[in-house]
Nanobody, 123 residues
Framework: QVQLVESGGRSVQAGGSLRLSCTASGLIFGFYALGWFRQAPGKEREFVAASTWSGASHNYADSVKGRFTISRDNAKNTIYLQMNNLKPGDTAVYLC????????????????WGQGTQVTVSS
């Protein structure tokens, strides 16, 4: 059974930083592309960032480029999302997702999902 468990979300002031973590079990971690999506109330799930299985290539949404960094540690079965210069518009539930194969930027391409962790950015 595949499980993705996110952690690290909390409330923070605008301009602050957070690091989210997602630990996977039940899959061969190194064979999966892993990504982060976010969903704000009343909005569709939105792509944030993703990493290839090797960690050599990353994709980012334009809205987070230069502020967010995705990384992964295959030895720990964990991916991270370092979020800097947070803005109120970043407020959402952040979800970790995995798929076998290459990175994709649309949610339907991902087979596995975590439950999410809440990030709230106040002005």
């Amino acid at each position: 059974q595949v499980q993705l468990v996110e952690s690290g979300g909390r409330s923070v002031q605008a301009g602050g930083s957070l690091r989210l973590s997602c630990t996977a079990s039940g899959l061969i971690f190194g064979f999966y592309a892993l990504g982060w999506f976010r969903q704000a109330p009343g909005k569709e799930r939105e792509f944030v960032a993703a990493s290839t299985w090797s960690g050599a290539s990353h994709n980012y949404a334009d809205s987070v480029k230069g502020r967010f960094t995705i990384s992964r540690d295959n030895a720990k079965n964990t991916i991270y999302l370092q979020m800097n210069n947070l803005k109120p518009g970043d407020t959402a539930v952040y979800l970790c997702a995995g798929r076998a194969g290459t990175v994709e930027t649309y949610a339907a391409a991902y087979q596995f999902w975590g439950q999410g962790t809440q990030v709230t950015v106040s002005s």
